[in-house]
């Protein structure tokens, strides 16, 4: 069974930092690209970043210099290492597995808000 587990996710004050994590079991986690996709109070979901299967980054570009994806394919962990973070930021964090041409499974989502 695919699982994806999200953690990390808390308060923090404007301008700083969180570090988010997502297990993934039941799948080789290094044949996937995997993202992180956020839904704000009240919006829909917003693509922030992917690293492809070859470690490859990408990040839309509101947190373009201030988020980090990165993977461990051992250990079968994504990271977003989140800084320099704004009110906007805050939103439920997901951790997605792309395959073919769309997200077929998700994670639960961690909460992140920031607010002073």
């Known amino acids: 069974e695919v699982q994806l587990m999200e953690s990390g996710g808390g308060l923090v004050q404007p301008g700083g930092s969180l570090r988010l994590s997502c297990v993934g079991s039941?799948?080789?986690?290094?044949?996937?690209?995997m993202s992180w996709v956020r839904q704000a109070p009240g919006k829909g979901l917003e693509w922030v970043s992917t690293?492809?299967?070859?470690?490859?980054?990408h990040y839309s570009d509101f947190v373009k210099g201030r988020f980090t994806i990165s993977r461990d394919n051992a250990k079968k962990t994504l990271t977003l290492q989140m800084s320099s973070l704004k009110s906007e930021d805050t939103a439920v964090y997901y951790c997605?597995?792309?395959?073919?041409?769309?997200?077929?499974?998700w994670g639960q989502g961690t909460q992140v808000t920031v607010s002073a």
């Open positions: 690293s492809n299967n070859d470690s490859s980054p």
């Open positions: 997605a597995r792309f395959w073919t041409d769309e997200y077929d499974y």
């Open positions: 039941g799948f080789t986690f290094g044949d996937y690209d």
